[in-house]
């Protein structure tokens, strides 16, 4: 296993924003950039930016919000974690393993889905989960692809020591498994479907079978938020927008769905389907009622002990509650002194109550 690339790619994204945040704090300010990845979830942030949306929401707060796309996932989480942007889309472990992880303070601002079979496990010329053992097994180092494998070798009787781990970025992901010696890998949509597709793969587990575990969010930098409040009512705002359009079958929904597809190399129709597995939380109330249950307090203890256990749970952590994650409750799984992840729900209810 790779180990080693992922942990050298922590580290360093962990030590430049320990060395960027030395000389300055956050502070009130108007310039605003959050990156994403392409992930059916995420596609919206693009489509805000292109439509026009997220200008009107920013005009509206006397701010500025740019949104970047960024292909290698891995790296957009990094560059957040390095001070280049003030947030960024990433899922509930990821947050945990890399940016709070690393000493930098994080909120989850807009609790967007979780995956319902988004992610999954492909097999070539083979049908059955079990029959993974002994393979090569590509897939994003250490993010959800990784935990998504190790939940699922549970589930037959495996584990990771009856695979071996190739780490694979997931802009490589479709070349990598046209190769003839690959044999499995491990992704998410919109890549997941593309290689699904092929005549000889077979679909053998998704995060159906863990549902709720791989949440999406944006993340972003607890102190900014702290002195700008307009940047989180600007980006709740426009995003609530959004979904109410795409959520709709009206011809404004239809068109940014299929920009959305397109924007993801599908089509309407593959998008839709995409959609389909995924649980979307379209409007703010859902969001918060599921952000509030006390099986996310659950899901983030299972997520830390996955971590601690691959040793990425920040350096040198000695125990699974090596950081502290709050809830909209006030409770806290792991160390209070050293809360580094916060759900808050704060901004999500005021678009429930049509308060931005």
Not at 175 to 196: F, G, K, Q, R
């Amino acid at each position: 296993m790779l180990k080693t690339f992922f942990k050298t790619l922590s580290f360093a994204a962990v030590l430049s924003a320990s060395l960027a945040s030395l000389p300055a704090h956050a502070e009130q300010k108007s310039d605003f950039k959050v990156c994403w990845s392409i992930y059916v979830g995420w596609m919206p942030w693009g489509y805000l930016q292109d439509s026009g949306i997220m200008k009107k929401w920013a005009d509206k707060y006397d701010i500025s919000v740019d949104i970047v796309q960024i292909n290698d996932y891995v790296e957009s989480i990094n560059q957040y974690t390095a001070g280049e942007y003030d947030g960024c889309s990433m899922t509930n472990m990821d947050a945990l393993s890399i940016p709070a992880g690393g000493g930098i303070d994080t909120t989850a601002l807009i609790v967007g889905d979780y995956s319902n079979g988004n992610d999954g496990i492909i097999l070539k010329n083979a049908t059955d989960l079990a029959a993974i053992k002994g393979q090569n097994v590509n897939l994003v180092e250490l993010s959800v692809s990784h935990y998504l494998l190790a939940r699922a070798l549970e589930k037959v009787g495996l584990s990771e020591q009856d695979v071996t781990v190739v780490n694979t970025s997931d802009a490589d992901m479709i070349a990598t498994y046209a190769t003839d010696d690959v044999t499995s890998v491990v992704t998410w949509n919109p890549l997941l479907s593309e290689i699904a597709a092929n005549d000889n793969a077979t679909l053998v587990f998704d995060s159906a079978g863990i549902p709720g575990e791989i949440i999406d969010i944006m993340m972003v930098n607890t102190e900014t938020l702290a002195d700008n409040p307009a940047f989180g009512k600007a980006l709740v705002g426009a995003w609530y927008e959004l979904m109410g359009i795409m959520a709709s079958d009206t011809d404004e929904g239809i068109a940014a769905r299929t920009a959305m597809a397109e924007a993801s190399g599908t089509d309407l129709a593959g998008y839709d389907a995409q959609l389909a597995s995924t649980a979307m939380f379209f409007t703010p109330d859902k969001a918060v009622e599921f952000t509030k249950s006390a099986e996310l307090s659950e899901t983030m203890k299972f997520v830390a002990e996955f971590l601690f256990d691959k040793g990425i749970l920040g350096e040198g952590a000695p125990s699974p509650e090596f950081v502290g994650v709050s809830f909209p409750d006030g409770s806290i799984y792991g160390d209070s002194t050293n809360v580094k992840l916060k759900f808050d729900t704060t901004y999500m209810e005021m678009a429930t109550k049509g308060e931005l």
